[in-house]
Nanobody, 125 residues
């Protein structure tokens, strides 16, 4: 059974930091691309950061550039999202996703095959 298990969410004040982690298990494929997405109440899911695991190249959404960083551990098959200088508008449920076919770090949710259950991030002002 495919499982992407996110951890590290929580509540923090504006300007603070959190580190999200996602551990993949039960995958029948080696993910070519893994990403982080978020969804706030009443809004669509949006891409935050993605990494092409074979080369390590990444893509970050404009609204998190300079504040967030994505990394991948090929041995442990985990992907992490370091979030610094958090803002109240970063409040959302954050999801990890993996793709079996992407060859570039896409931020489009529809291009991913498997998803985690999400971890809540709340940033207070």
């Amino acid at each position: 059974q495919v499982q992407l298990a996110e951890s590290g969410g929580g509540s923090v004040q504006a300007g603070g930091s959190l580190r999200l982690s996602c551990a993949a298990s039960g995958l029948t494929y080696t993910p070519k691309c893994m990403g982080w997405f978020r969804q706030a109440p009443g809004q669509e899911r949006e891409g935050v950061a993605a990494i092409y695991t074979r080369a390590g190249n990444t893509q970050l959404a404009d609204y998190v550039k300079g504040r967030f960083r994505i990394s991948h551990d090929n041995v442990k098959n985990t992907v992490s999202l370091q979030m610094d200088s958090l803002k109240p508008e970063d409040t959302a449920m954050y999801y990890c996703a993996s793709s079996r076919s992407l060859v570039y770090p896409s931020l489009l949710p529809d291009e991913y095959n498997d998803w985690g259950q999400g971890t809540q991030v709340t940033v207070s002002s």
